[in-house]
């Protein structure tokens, strides 16, 4: 089923089935349900789409929270430390990409940014500044959830790893989400740290960027290996000491990168 708007009639009450409510968002009955109660921040001024999405995501076994305006759902998201943002780039007070970049500052929150808009430039923009996915209206609500395990699943494996220690006294801090540099901390969006991870995880091989796209973003990513150029290129603004020179992430033109060993 895709979501084409406010007018789609939303399920009655959170005391409908678990099986019903599957069934009638066309999610597949067997679906994953969340091993804890992880908590999902939904921020989006369409009553209709965040209710939705709030049945939806509770149903599964979420904790979710809802904001309709972006300088709510900014307050909520840096105070409430949610596991997953499904973020509404047309926001009224604050607009997504503003509120996307905050969050990206201060926290490695992951970020599925929804949107009618199906601007290639505006996708690209809103990677770049730190959001991890992008999701066009109207959506396949099992598409959507299917992204949200993806990231989930991808952010407990890095928390479950443990440290890495890089060159340049680099230290990567799996279970805290965070990079450190001669102690100090590095703020990295959570798709720089994800490229970083990889690259460390398998350091002194040569990844190609199609490699990287796909273990990273994900084989059903939209986009092509320009985002992988992107971030990378953000990434050595934040750990090289000349990023224009750099000495950790190594480039083999038209090929991909590496750390070496």
């Known amino acids: 089923m895709q979501w084409a708007g406010s007018s789609a009639r939303l399920i009655p009450s ?12 066309g999610l597949p009955v067997g679906q994953q ?3 804890r109660e992880e908590r999902i921040l939904v921020v989006d001024d369409e009553p209709g789409i965040t209710e939705m999405l709030r049945v939806i995501f509770t149903q599964m076994g979420f904790e979710v929270l809802c ?5 709510s759902g900014l307050a909520t998201a840096l105070s409430s430390s949610p596991d997953l943002i499904l973020l509404d780039v047309r926001l009224p007070k604050l607009d997504g990409f503003t509120v996307c970049q905050r969050i990206c500052e201060r926290q490695q929150t992951p970020i599925i940014l929804l949107t009618a808009c199906d601007d290639e430039a505006e996708k690209i923009y809103g990677l770049e500044i730190g959001a ?3 999701v066009t209206k109207p959506f396949s609500v099992s ?10 699943r991808r952010n407990k494996v890095h928390r479950d790893e443990g440290l890495i220690h890089l060159p340049g006294s680099l ?4 279970r805290r989400f965070e990079v450190r540099k001669g102690g100090e901390r590095v703020a990295l969006t959570p798709r720089e740290f994800q490229v ?56 083999r033109r038209g090929v991909g990168y590496a750390i070496e060993a």
């Open 14 to 25: 959170e005391r409908a089935t678990q099986k019903r409510g599957r069934r009638k968002w």
């Open 196 to 251: 970083l991870l990889y690259l460390a995880r398998h350091r002194g091989q040569l990844i190609s960027r199609e490699r990287l796209l796909e273990a990273v973003w994900g084989y059903d990513y939209f986009g092509g290996v320009r985002a992988v150029d992107v971030t990378i290129r953000r990434l050595r603004e934040k750990i090289e000491e000349d990023p224009s020179h750099p000495h950790l992430i190594r480039t």
């Open 33 to 35: 349900v969340a091993e």
């Open 132 to 134: 991890d996915d992008y």
């Open 171 to 174: 230290l990567i801090d799996t």
């Open 143 to 152: 598409e959507l959830v299917a992204r949200v395990h993806s990231h989930l």
């Open 67 to 71: 904001a309709q305006d972006g300088e």
